[in-house]
């Protein structure tokens, strides 16, 4: 039978999702906790690869196993053996058809960002003292042209090793919180790897006078990668949901 799991984790002691060679992730924690209960090994299927230190407040994974199996798995006895950085939400048998991550219609992405120093927010969101609730109009001229794009050649990390650019944005936002706390909400079918954080960069540098909104459109245009150095730290951001 097919069990999907929805769980959540704080990112910041592993190496994204996927199981790493010799690093240690969400997936492998997960695969040998439940093995453990169960008595026969277990392969997971995520909806989605996370990168090192994101966080999920929403992750879907599905695993198939046998009715014996399956009888000794609970939500309790699941989050009783994890570490206290990853938990069950809900657990419920599904159709052998169903795919955590080939059925997954929309994945949605928050990146948090602070400009004053607070220990609270440390490890859930980027210390940014340049911004403040000013340049927000300026963060969503960025964010709009974003929404726009269908293609992301510019907005991928070096040597992905990947072949379709192509994704469909739904939402490109920029919220203020406070006066010291900012967001930047995107939704789509699909992100190519380090796509959310380096939107996220373009748009800060931006607003603080960094780049111009033709250096942003002569990159896209031209297919041209944006540096690296635009990127921002991985533990701003959290995928919050997940629609099927």
């Given at each position: ?162 072949e379709n650019f192509k994704c469909v944005i739904s939402v490109s936002r920029w919220v ?69």
């Amino acid at each position: 039978m097919r069990v999907l799991l929805e769980l959540c984790y704080d990112g910041t002691n592993y190496f994204g999702w996927q199981i790493q060679p010799k690093q240690i992730s969400v997936q492998q924690i997960l695969q040998e906790k439940i093995s453990q209960i169960t008595g026969n090994p277990i392969e997971l299927v995520g909806c989605g690869r996370t990168d090192t230190g994101v966080h999920a407040s929403q992750y879907f994974a599905h695993l198939d196993i046998d009715e014996s199996s399956f009888n000794k798995l609970s939500i309790y006895k699941i989050n009783a053996v994890l570490p206290q950085d990853i938990s069950i939400l809900n657990m419920s048998t599904i159709d052998d058809q169903f795919h955590a991550r080939f059925n997954a219609k929309q994945r949605k992405y928050i990146y948090r960002i602070h400009n004053n120093k607070d220990p609270f927010n440390r490890n859930f969101s980027f210390l940014y003292s340049s911004i403040n609730a000013n340049h927000l109009s300026n963060l969503n001229k960025v964010a709009e042209i974003i929404k726009r794009m269908t293609s992301f050649e510019s907005f991928v990390k070096s040597n992905s090793g990947l072949e379709n650019f192509k994704c469909v944005i739904s939402v490109s936002r920029w919220v203020a919180i406070n006066d010291q706390q900012f967001e930047f909400h995107i939704a789509a079918d699909r992100f190519v790897r380090g796509m959310v954080r380096l939107c996220v960069g373009a748009c800060l540098s931006y607003a603080t006078n960094k780049i111009s909104l033709n250096e942003i459109d002569q990159s896209i245009e031209n297919k041209k990668q944006i540096p690296k150095s635009w990127s921002v730290p991985a533990h701003g951001l959290t995928l919050t949901e997940v629609k099927y």
